[in-house]
Structures are given as C-alpha cells and as structure tokens.
C-alpha cells in the first residue's frame, strides 16, 4: 500500500502548494502580480499532468469499470473548468462575478472529485501494487 500512496505523494504536494499560491494570489488582490500569476498557473499545469500521468499508469493496471471512468472524467471536467477560470480571472475588462465564485468553489468541488476518483481505482484496482 506504501508503493501506492508514494505514487501519489508527487500529485498531492503540487495541489497543496496550488491551494497555498491561489490564497496567496487572492489576498494579493488584482491585478495579479504576472510572476505571481503565472508561477501559480505552472504549479496548477504541473499537478494536473503529473496526477494524470500517474492515473494514467494506474489505468492499465487497474481494470476500471463505468462508475470509475465517470468519476475520472469528472474530475477531469473539474480540472479543466478550473484552468479555464482562472486563466479568466486577470483579463481586462472583468468578467462577470460568477467566475471568480466559480473559481473560488470548484477547487473544494475538484478536491473531493479527484479523491473520489482515486479512492475508487483502489477499491478497483487490487492489481496495484505490481505496478
């Protein structure tokens, strides 16, 4: 189980140093600093490729069933609706307020959706610890 959850350890510490740069972001206020901006936006891009790397990996080891590849695309949805938000938040003129609550909400909604997703290729994915 240890070999598993070390797969992940990459992935995770990426999304945690995305949530602290996004608070951090946010109570700089806009306009965003681009240094800022744009480091935050790499960390978010690298977390996205490296757990679907990783998912990726875990896909052929795993035999994934309808509930499992929902869950995944779901939270690839999730990802990819972030992304687009928040590349949407430093443009001129503002967008509308919704995407900035959107973006504000939807990484508590990708968090649980990503562990959701992950949480059921292990159940399913027995097979795992060759890998």
Same mark, same amino acid.
């Given at each position: 189980?240890?070999?598993?959850?070390?797969?992940?350890?990459g992935?995770?510490?990426?999304?945690?140093?995305?949530?602290?740069?996004?608070?951090?972001?946010?109570? /700089? %206020?806009?306009?965003?600093?681009?240094?800022?901006?744009?480091?935050?936006k790499?960390?978010?891009?690298?977390?996205?490729?490296?757990? %679907?790397?990783?998912?990726?990996?875990?896909?052929?080891? +795993?035999?994934?069933?309808?509930?499992?590849?929902? +869950?995944?695309?779901?939270?690839a949805?999730?990802?990819?609706?972030?992304?687009?938000? %928040?590349?949407?938040?430093?443009?001129?003129?503002? /967008?509308? +307020?919704?995407?900035?609550?959107?973006?504000?909400?939807?990484?508590?909604?990708?968090?649980? +959706?990503?562990?959701?997703?992950?949480?059921?290729?292990?159940?399913? %994915?027995?097979?795992?610890?060759?890998?």
């Amino acid at each position: 189980m240890s070999a598993i959850i070390s797969k992940f350890a990459g992935p995770a510490i990426l999304f945690v140093l995305i949530f602290i740069s996004g608070f951090w972001l946010s109570h /700089l %206020g806009k306009p965003y600093s681009a240094l800022f901006f744009n480091v935050h936006k790499l960390i978010a891009l690298a977390g996205v490729i490296f757990l %679907g790397l990783v998912i990726y990996q875990a896909r052929a080891a +795993a035999q994934l069933d309808a509930l499992a590849i929902a +869950a995944l695309v779901f939270t690839a949805i999730c990802c990819l609706l972030m992304i687009i938000t %928040g590349g949407l938040q430093n443009i001129d003129p503002p /967008l509308p +307020a919704w995407l900035g609550v959107v973006h504000r909400i939807f990484p508590y909604v990708t968090m649980v +959706a990503g562990i959701g997703a992950i949480s059921l290729l292990f159940l399913r %994915g027995q097979s795992w610890v060759e890998w």
